[in-house]
């Protein structure tokens, strides 16, 4: 099945997956995540994203985040691309690009399918085998929703304040959600739809995505079109 085409949509969360040509490594060392955390803080600031979670993994990017405009999105991660590139070009002596094409990504309904994003963003790091634990992992998004650093470029989405009426509470709650992990079949789900654009939430969600763009936003069903009677 082939991918639908980017879609990007003003004030919704989208999940961003950026992966490295060929599997190269996107960062040697961590002054390579440090700056790239920098391009991210500052074009999500000009592009006007908020950014809910983030990973850096050794062979691609992830990205949770919310842009106010419809071509907000499009425009930070160009951003982001040609400024990293060029970093990482001029610190190792090297030519060309780091990217395998363009970005992926998917709009995600807020709420339930944003935290189920998060966790399978948090736990890519373990099934990736950069580290053994989401908690020991310094280049996500977790140590701030566990409590463990305060991070200002993030903007914690609406559904984690309700995970417990007090800090501790919300921390511990989702530090559990993480620790359970998600099922098998909804992990490959997330990942689908956002290297292939599909839409992810409820069917009022979907229904009302495709209504606004105008265009198809999940998986067609298999096998040829009726044909009218």
Known sequence: MARL????????PHHVIWCSLAHQPLFLDDADRRQ???????????????????????HEVQLLG???TSQGLSLMMQG????????FNRRYRRQGTLWEGRYRCTVVEAGEAELDVM??????AVRTGCTSSAALFPWSSHAHYRGLIVDKGLTAPAV??????????????????????????????????????WVMGSAG?????????????????PGRPRKPL
């Open 5 to 12: 085409s980017r879609l990007s949509v003003a004030c919704l």
């Open 36 to 58: 790239f955390l920098l391009f991210l803080s500052e074009q999500s600031h000009v592009h006007a994203v908020s950014l809910q979670a983030y990973v850096l993994l050794d």
């Open 66 to 68: 919310t842009p106010e």
């Open 80 to 87: 982001i691309g040609r400024h990293y590139v060029r970093y």
């Open 119 to 124: 966790c399978f963003m948090d736990n890519e």
């Open 160 to 197: 984690y304040w309700d995970l417990g009426n007090t800090p501790f509470a919300r921390e511990a709650a989702y530090a559990e959600r993480v620790a359970q992990d998600l099922p098998a079949d909804k992990r490959a789900r997330i990942r689908d739809a956002a290297m292939k654009g």
């Open 205 to 221: 969600f979907i229904e009302s995505v495709q209504a606004l763009v105008g265009r198809r936003v999940i998986r067609s069903r």
